[in-house]
């Protein structure tokens, strides 16, 4: 109502429009049922394979704006796209640098959307996200530490092609509760032994966890590890941790 030409509403109307409009960014919405994802991917994906950052963008865009999430966006849209782009690099219908392009173009787009993770309040726990040394591809990495901000964790992001030791130093000095390892590239069963076993000698009750298309599930079972399929995946996980 508009007395004396000041709006004002009501409080508990305030309060009752953010809990109808409050959405968490990394959950479904019926937005992403309904939502067509093989022709955004189609899109998005011959966007990624032309070069065109600004369509790329803006096709993520669209589907925000519609009522996804950005974790929908994330794992519906980015995700497949980028598989579609590594197999046409594997077929041979496109080379390393048309590769490179795409995958930075979606880190653009994933380090523009990063806010929209954010949440305030107390941290859950203190979380480190990092790919296995040699890994250079940080993307998935990247999205990792975006959900678990979402969670409520306190997130260090460390990127791709950390020494061990370099790591084990870092949780000297930042205890972490969780330490995520993004992992596209096959691994021998050693290397996620060592991993799980170099975190765990700095911080003995640090969760770690192993996950992307590159995860062999035995050996991060045998490293006394956790499995992780997807970014969904994940967070079942630490909404029960």
Not at 35 to 40: A, E, K, Q
Not at 92 to 116: F, P
Not at 122 to 138: F, K, L
């Amino acid at each position: 109502f508009k007395p004396g030409g000041r709006l004002r509403v009501r409080a508990s109307d305030v309060d009752r429009f953010r809990a109808a409009r409050r959405v968490d960014v990394a959950v479904d919405t019926d937005a992403a049922t309904d939502t067509d994802w093989d022709r955004h991917v189609d899109r998005l994906t011959q966007t990624l394979l032309g070069g065109d950052a600004t369509s790329a963008r803006n096709e993520v865009r669209s589907v925000i704006s519609d009522g996804a999430t950005a974790g929908n966006a994330y794992v519906r849209l980015i995700t497949p796209s980028l598989h579609r782009v590594g197999h046409a690099w594997e077929r041979g219908d496109i080379n390393v640098a048309v590769e490179h392009r795409a995958h930075q173009i979606c880190v653009a787009i994933v380090s523009q959307l990063g806010d929209m993770f954010r949440r305030h309040g107390p941290a859950r726990g203190i979380a480190i996200t990092v790919t296995p040394p040699g890994e250079q591809h940080d993307l998935a990495s990247a999205m990792v530490s975006d959900f678990l901000r979402a969670a409520g964790y306190m997130v260090h992001h460390l990127g791709g092609d950390v020494p061990i030791t370099d790591l084990q130093m870092f949780i000297n000095v930042v205890p972490a509760d969780l330490v995520c390892f993004s992992v596209t590239q096959a691994m021998v069963a050693e290397d996620y032994v060592a991993l799980a076993t170099a975190c765990r000698e700095v911080e003995p009750g640090t969760d770690v966890v192993f996950g992307g298309q590159g995860v062999d599930s035995d050996a991060v079972a045998n490293a006394g590890a956790i499995a992780i399929t997807d970014l969904a995946d994940l967070m079942d996980h630490v909404s029960v941790s």
